[in-house]
């Protein structure tokens, strides 16, 4: 597990990998050690059968950890498949991509921190990033787009009926709904700590056991609607992300990538290139090197080459 961290440290960031994510994982801690402060430590979680190969990435300030940390004992992985059997509650298997959100959930829970900023492999920061990068009024801003779930995401929507029901809360009203998913995403620890006791005494079960009986499920979505309908509010909100994103699973040339870094605002601190999208290393690289030679942000970073 994660030992505590020191109650002075006000960031931490948190990144799910594995082997075929590497190298993209490799160039993120990269950023994170060039473009965060000396008490930011960059916790990478992996499948124990990867932490030899992502090893080379510890350090002062990068902790890698076994992702089996951080599941119930009775969470089993199927061999060969990317399935989970609860033995408490066999039926339905859990699928690969709940259990990685389940995993970011109880690593977030165990962090002494006031904010952990999420991010994929496939991010990477372009500029100096701390809390304040987050706040609004003295407050870490929650990021909520009213009326930004309509009829053309109809998983959104499933997201929030599983997220309702799990927080105890009626059935969402008919219409547009709010999203709550961005990159990069920012959560406060000790909120994550109360959703996941209020969503074990609305279920009556385990919050893992609960969560990973969900066919449909969406961590994000659950953090939002808690804050929103169960804390009752966020002080603070935006409705822009912080990340500059290509979510297409759909390649992009060192051209099109260039483009789409400069016609962002330049406000943004970090750009996400789906891994999804066959974009070969080197194109990505040669891009986010040239953009970082040349983006107009003088004495906000020394660059990643």
């Given at each position: 597990?994660?030992?505590?961290?020191?109650?002075?440290q006000?960031?931490?960031?948190?990144?799910?990998?594995?082997?075929?994510?590497?190298?993209?994982?490799?160039?993120?801690?990269?950023?994170?050690?060039?473009?965060?402060?000396?008490?930011?430590?960059?916790?990478?979680?992996?499948?124990?059968?990867d932490?030899?190969?992502?090893?080379?990435?510890?350090?002062?300030?990068?902790?890698?950890?076994?992702?089996?940390?951080?599941?119930?004992r009775?969470?089993?992985?199927?061999?060969?498949?990317?399935?989970?059997?609860?033995?408490?509650?066999?039926?339905?298997?859990i699928?690969?991509?709940?259990i990685?959100?389940?995993i970011?959930?109880?690593?977030?829970?165990?962090?002494?921190?006031?904010?952990?900023?999420?991010?994929?492999?496939?991010?990477?920061l372009?500029?100096?990033?701390?809390?304040?990068?987050?706040?609004?009024?003295?407050?870490?801003?929650?990021?909520?787009?009213?009326?930004?779930?309509?009829?053309?995401?109809?998983?959104?929507?499933?997201?929030?009926?599983?997220?309702?029901?799990?927080?105890?809360?009626?059935?969402?009203?008919?219409?547009?709904l709010?999203?709550?998913?961005?990159?990069?995403?920012?959560?406060?620890?000790?909120?994550?700590?109360?959703?996941?006791?209020?969503?074990?005494?609305?279920?009556?079960?385990?919050?893992?056991?609960?969560?990973?009986?969900?066919?449909?499920?969406?961590?994000?979505?659950?953090?939002g609607?808690?804050?929103?309908?169960?804390?009752?509010?966020?002080?603070?909100?935006?409705?822009?992300?912080?990340?500059?994103?290509?979510?297409?699973?759909?390649?992009?040339?060192?051209?099109q990538?260039?483009?789409?870094?400069?016609?962002?605002?330049?406000?943004?601190?970090v750009?996400?290139?789906?891994?999804?999208?066959?974009?070969?290393?080197?194109?990505?690289?040669?891009?986010?090197?040239?953009?970082?030679?040349?983006?107009?942000?003088?004495?906000?970073?020394?660059?990643?080459?």
């Open positions: 597990m994660i030992p505590k961290q020191p109650a002075s006000s960031l931490a960031i948190v990144t799910p990998s594995y082997l075929p994510d590497l190298e993209l994982c490799r160039d993120l801690n990269r950023s994170v050690l060039e473009l965060t402060g000396p008490d930011v430590v960059h916790h990478i979680i992996v499948p124990a059968k932490l030899r190969s992502f090893s080379g990435l510890r350090g002062s300030r990068t902790e890698v950890h076994d992702g089996r940390e951080f599941l119930p009775s969470f089993v992985k199927t061999p060969g498949l990317n399935i989970w059997i609860n033995a408490e509650r066999p039926w339905p298997p699928r690969g991509w709940i990685q959100q389940i970011k959930l109880s690593v977030v829970a165990t962090l002494d921190v006031r904010g952990a900023l999420l991010l994929d492999s496939d991010s990477v372009i500029r100096k990033v701390s809390l304040d990068t987050f706040m609004e009024d003295n407050c870490i801003a929650l990021y909520r787009q009213p009326g930004g779930v309509d009829k053309t995401l109809p998983r959104h929507r499933l997201w929030h009926e599983a997220a309702r029901k799990l927080l105890g809360l009626q059935s969402p009203p008919p219409g547009d709010t999203d709550y998913i961005c990159w990069p995403c920012i959560w406060e620890p000790e909120v994550v700590r109360g959703m996941l006791r209020h969503v074990q005494t609305a279920t009556g079960q385990s919050w893992a056991t609960a969560i990973g009986r969900q066919l449909h499920f969406s961590e994000m979505i659950l953090y609607l808690f804050v929103d309908e169960v804390v009752g509010g966020s002080p603070a909100s935006v409705n822009e992300m912080q990340g500059i994103v290509h979510t297409a699973e759909e390649p992009l040339d060192q051209v990538i260039e483009r789409l870094l400069h016609d962002a605002p330049t406000d943004k601190t750009v996400m290139l789906s891994a999804k999208a066959p974009i070969p290393l080197e194109v990505r690289r040669r891009a986010l090197e040239s953009f970082m030679r040349t983006a107009p942000y003088p004495g906000d970073r020394e660059g990643l080459s």
